[in-house]
């Protein structure tokens, strides 16, 4: 990519979107092409070809996405799948019609089998089956995937997908039952500290293990494969590093300044035990994450107090 490069970011008002805009315009790229959704529905196919025929973006960051943690996943399946399905096909589908030069496609480690081998290399996906919570997710984000790599098989196109672990940062959706665990955290907690409470609840045991990348250290990694990257598979990108999820609540409780006690409802679902990358791939890449995770809570907590209203989105 060129400096003036014209350059279209999907879902740029979102977490990893504004993460991405902000990586760019740092490294200097301003000719950049942005939408809300209020001027472009994704999910209209009709709009989306007469967007891309009009503006033809040379390069695209599809990071516009529904999503949500295990409350709203298991509640609105047929919402996730159909919304997710619609917006990366009708994206894909014209950027290739329009002759972008490159797409790159944010997706989700949850692709990725329940009880994969650890760390989970790119290969393991589709070797058994998916976890049963946010399975409608992990499907749609294999068809974006799926069809990224069909279309470079059949028409000779670069299109790249990356599929990143638990991402947090600022721009978040700390909405109380969309939001994903640490965000979801940061806000209990909050909102904990300031009525008083004496205990706070939360789901499943504490045991699963989880890995968290700060968006921006994603945002880093999108922009250096999109410059440098031209295999046709995946590429993971995580920390390598995991954590219980006790350790993460402990760890949020903390840095938020929550003294109560905290409780384990038993009886709600862990989610998927363990979900570490491989990420081999993209440190043979030349990249690395660079946040340590108490201090990217840290920043995320600030951008948590200083933008309240996305506390109710």
Known sequence: MNSDSKIYVAGHRGMVGSAIVRELKRKGYNNLVLRTHAELDLCRQDEVEQFFATERPEYVFLAAAKVGGIIANQTAPADFMYQ???????????????????????????????LAPQPMREDCLLTSPLEPTNEAYALAKISGLKYCEYLNRQYGTAFLSVMPTNLYGPNDNYHPEHSHVLPALIRRFHEAKVSGLHEVVCWGDGSPLREFLYVDDLAELALHLMEHYHGNETVNAGTGKEITIKHLTETVARIVGYEGA?????????????KLLDVSKATSLGWTAKTPLEEGIRLTYQDFLNNPMRAER
């Open 84 to 114: 997710n399905m619609m917006l990366e096909m009708n994206v894909i589908h014209a950027a290739w019609q329009n002759g972008c030069k490159r797409l790159e496609f944010l997706g989700s480690s949850c692709i990725y089998p329940r």
């Open 262 to 274: 905290v409780t384990w409802d038993t009886s709600r679902p862990n989610g998927t035990p363990r």
